[in-house]
């Protein structure tokens, strides 16, 4: 079983300030994905990296993924309260997506 | 896109009893898998409900403890059996629609359980 690290596991900010998320891997995923979590809730895409090296934005959002496809990053920009929740990556294994440990990240206004 | 409607959204058990979950989605979906997750937590995948057959459990979940059906391809149930404190958890049911350039997976709200 192809297993994802998750880094870190919490984090507490200050409005305003940026953050990165790691994702990392021993083994090559075909693609990546990255979802958010509010609780009470299911977990919800917010994207999906495919090609190697690939870098894409949504709003202060930004994902990476690796060169070598085993690992992903998330950055956020001036985080805001309504960033807070659980950030997941999830790799696709056969049919089935396989998640990381997950961060909980909390931003203090 | 595909809608679930998970119930029930929480229960309190006894221990020793079962719970069965329902999950609905609003179209026929290939893929169907029941998750389950500690607050706060990551999740960990129970099985995939295969329709008409079987489910495919995962290391460390067992049928006689997880029994799941899928008699079609829009519900599936997932029955918590003798239970105890240990199966408090959040129980997620997911769908994966994979085609048309998306692998997006979707969820339902989740069933809250707590046995006492």
């Known amino acids: 079983t192809q297993l994802l690290e998750q880094s870190p596991q919490f984090l507490s900010i200050q409005e305003g300030e940026n953050l990165t998320v790691y994702c990392n891997s021993s083994?090559?995923?075909?693609?990546l994905q990255w979802y958010r979590q509010e609780p009470g809730e299911g977990p919800v895409l917010l994207v999906t990296v495919v090609t190697g090296g690939e870098v894409k934005k949504l709003k202060r959002l930004t994902f990476q993924f690796g060169d070598a496809r085993k690992d992903s990053s998330l950055h956020i920009t001036a985080a805001q309260p309504g960033d807070t929740g659980l950030y997941l990556c999830?790799?696709?294994?056969?049919?089935?997506?396989?998640f990381g440990q997950g961060t909980e990240l909390s931003v203090k206004p | 896109s595909a809608v679930i409607s998970q119930k029930p959204s929480r229960d309190i058990c006894q221990r020793g009893t079962s719970l069965t979950i329902q999950c609905q989605v609003d179209?026929?979906?290939?893929?169907m898998f029941w998750y389950r997750q500690q607050p706060g937590q990551s999740l960990t995948l129970i099985a995939t409900a295969n329709q008409g057959s079987e489910a495919t459990y995962e290391s460390g979940f067992v049928i006689d403890k997880f029994p799941i059906s899928r008699p079609n391809l829009t519900f599936s149930t997932l029955t918590v059996s003798n239970m105890s404190p240990e199966d408090s958890s959040i129980y997620l049911c997911?769908?994966?629609?994979?085609?048309?350039?998306?692998?997006?997976?979707?969820f339902g709200q989740g069933t809250r359980l707590t046995v006492v």
């Open positions: 999830a790799g696709a294994q056969g049919g089935k997506l396989i």
């Open positions: 083994s090559v995923f075909s693609s």
């Open positions: 179209s026929q979906v290939t893929m």
């Open positions: 997911s769908v994966r629609i994979i085609g048309g350039g998306s692998t997006e997976a979707f």
